[in-house]
């Protein structure tokens, strides 16, 4: 079973950037869907973006434009890079890895965004 580990999360200033990453513990990091998910408190978890094996990208409507989603295969990293970050960006953010029907979750890791 894949494990997930997030990682870059802090506090940033609106309008600034930040990348996250996650590193993904399996033999066939190439098989699954990855993604990440958020959720801000009182609210629903969301998706934020989602990559497949051969780079075809899928984002919520909050992030267009904003956030890039990204895969390294060869090194089992998924990353998501986030520009012009504005409060309401404020979650915390979970990596996900997806092989219909399963999907396994990281811990997560909090984004902040206030000045």
């Known amino acids: 079973q894949v494990q997930l580990a997030e990682s870059g999360g802090g506090l940033a200033q609106p309008g600034t950037s930040l990348r996250l990453s996650c590193a993904a513990s399996?033999?066939?990091?190439?098989?699954?869907?990855m993604g990440w998910y958020r959720q801000a408190p009182g609210k629903q978890r969301e998706l934020v973006a989602t990559?497949?094996?051969?780079?075809?990208?899928n984002y919520g409507e909050p992030v267009k434009g904003r956030f890039t989603i990204s895969r390294d295969n060869a090194k089992n990293m998924v990353y998501l890079q986030m520009s012009s970050l504005k409060p309401e960006d404020t979650a915390v953010y979970f990596c996900?890895?997806?092989?219909?029907?399963?999907?396994?979750w990281g811990r997560g890791t909090q984004v902040t965004v206030s000045s």
């Open positions: 990559i497949s094996s051969g780079g075809t990208t």
């Open positions: 399996t033999n066939i990091f190439n098989d699954y869907v």
């Open positions: 996900t890895a997806q092989i219909f029907p399963f999907t396994t």
